[in-house]
T-cell receptor
Framework: GAVVSQHPSWVICKSGTSVKIECRSL??????MFWYRQFPKQSLMLMAT?????????EQGVEKDKFLINHASLTLSTLTVTSAHPEDSSFYIC????????????????FGPGTRLLVL | DAKTTQPTSMDCAEGRAANLPCNHS???????VYWYRQIHSQGPQYIIH???NNETNEMASLIITEDRKSSTLILPHATLRDTAVYYC???????????FGSGTKLNVKP
């Protein structure tokens, strides 16, 4: 299957600072990437859809000014958590849509390994 | 998106088949069934997906009932490394978003 990487794998920062997380599709081009957040013992929650060359679309309740998303190329999307606070501590996961699998409907999403953020 | 219902947890003996059910009684004709799993502290891993026909790959088999209101993911010979949370998701063709439910925690025991 296709490979998606994230960097860093974990980060600790002070409250009030900003943190950038990178998501890369390594062996395919991804016009669309997604960002999820997962709190302990909970399921993944979709935060936003990142489209190459255009503005991201955010799910209801997700602050777009706090979670800045940039999708500048077909293989890279970044999520910046601005002015991070302890409640932003979470597991952030990206996925990339492989839309070139041939048959309509057979495209799927591949997920990165996640980035664990701890805000002190 | 159609809602899915899965049991909270299941146990399976190592080497035996693991059969994970998913109910999606409100599924529409243009919605696919996807299965992913998440091993502790990792990103979800794609397993398999299908529309109405049964599907098989090197990881698992997907059995979808004729009315498409439910499906079963089958791991033919479960190993300890298959211990994970398994998510069943339905998605409209051409609509990219995945919304995860609570999934099934599969515990494979020696």
């Amino acid at each position: 299957g296709a490979v998606v990487s994230q960097h860093p794998s974990w980060v600790i920062c002070k409250s009030g600072t900003s943190v950038k997380i990178e998501c890369r599709s390594l062996d395919f081009q991804a016009t669309t990437m997604f960002w999820y957040r997962q709190f302990p013992k909970q399921s993944l929650m979709l935060m936003a859809t990142s489209n190459e060359g255009s503005k991201a679309t955010y799910e209801q309740g997700v602050e777009k000014d706090k979670f800045l998303i940039n999708h500048a190329s077909l293989t890279l999307s970044t999520l910046t958590v601005t002015s991070a606070h302890p409640e932003d501590s979470s597991f952030y996961i990206c996925s990339a849509r492989d839309g070139v699998s041939g048959r309509l409907g057979m495209e799927t999403q591949y997920f990165g390994p996640g980035t664990r953020l701890l805000v002190l | 998106d159609a809602k899915t219902t899965q049991p909270t947890s299941m146990d399976c003996a190592e080497g035996r088949a693991a059969n994970l059910p998913c109910n999606h009684s409100t599924i529409s004709g243009n919605e696919y069934v996807y299965w992913y799993r998440q091993i502790h502290s990792q990103g979800p891993q794609y397993i398999i997906h299908g529309l109405k026909n049964n599907e098989t790959n090197e990881m698992a088999s997907l059995i979808i009932t004729e009315d498409r209101k439910s499906s079963t993911l089958i791991l033919p010979h479960a190993t300890l490394r298959d211990t994970a949370v398994y998510y069943c998701i339905v998605r409209v063709v051409g609509f990219n978003k995945f919304y995860f439910g609570s999934g099934t925690k599969l515990n494979v025991k020696p």
